[in-house]
């Protein structure tokens, strides 16, 4: 099996041409982003007035633990018989997907400020806006982050499921192979899928690394470093 994925994998033509490699890899990664970027677009606002006011904060999280659970393959087989078009059922599918991570990491993010900073924000006369762009927001940025780069992993592992309903991406590789009982090339759409999922994530990762400010980055190694010094106290009794 390996020598047949090898020589499968030096086939010049199995790189180029409409259901090539390299074509299927970029079909894919663009449902990935496209599908990110509306979910940013729609969850990121969405999170930080939750965790800013305080509202809804129990509504919203039971509602993305719902969403959560929901087949992904079933609601774009779904999404497809209402639409009867491939891409807007995959794209919906996807964002409905990638929004939760996304959401809860922005919510947790805002809620969880320093309430010394805040306090701070409030007594140098700074208005709730300016509270949540100039405080709230930078600091909630890794968590921010964390949930962009989940939601991207999940993102690279699910938009086979476009596949099934017509379009390209490295799902093309597993259904096609599937079809004719070509395991070699079945064998390199999911071997495609985990390169381009940890690449993505490396690539956010790094991302992450030039977006937080260093003062947050030194903060939590602090944080992380008492937490793990600290013992408990034991009182002394009095001589």
């Known amino acids: 099996m390996i020598g047949d994925i090898v020589t499968w994998l030096g086939d010049p ?3 180029t041409g409409p259901d090539g490699i390299w074509p299927r890899l970029w079909e894919h990664l663009g449902f990935c982003l496209l599908a990110l970027g509306i979910a940013t677009v729609i969850a ?3 999170g930080a007035f939750v965790g800013h006011t305080g509202r809804g904060g129990v509504v919203l999280v039971g509602l993305a633990n719902i969403v959560r659970a929901l087949p992904t393959l079933g609601l774009v087989t779904f999404l497809f018989l209402i639409f009867t078009e491939s891409k807007p059922a ?3 599918g996807l964002v409905v997907l990638a929004i939760p991570p996304i959401l809860a990491g922005t919510y947790s993010g805002i809620a969880s400020a320093d309430e010394r900073a ?3 924000a409030t007594g140098v006369g700074m208005t709730g806006w300016q509270r949540l762009f100039q405080v709230e927001f930078p ?3 890794p968590l921010l982050l964390g949930g ?7 993102l690279v ?3 086979a499921v476009a596949a099934y309903v017509g379009l390209g991406g490295l799902g093309r590789l597993l259904l ?7 395991y070699p090339k079945v064998v390199a759409g999911a071997l495609f899928t985990a390169l381009l999922a940890m690449a993505a994530d490396l690539v956010l990762a790094g991302i992450q690394r030039i977006v937080v400010p260093y003062g947050l980055r030194v903060a939590a190694a602090v944080a992380a470093g008492r937490s793990m010094e600290t013992k408990p106290a034991t009182a002394e009794a009095p001589a």
């Open 13 to 15: 033509a199995h790189w």
């Open 157 to 159: 592992a699910t938009t």
């Open 44 to 46: 990121v606002p969405l």
């Open 148 to 154: 962009i780069r989940n939601a991207m992993l999940q």
């Open 90 to 92: 995959t794209i919906i």
């Open 118 to 120: 805040l306090d701070a």
């Open 176 to 182: 096609d192979g599937l079809a004719v009982l070509d």
């Open 139 to 141: 600091i909630a940025v």
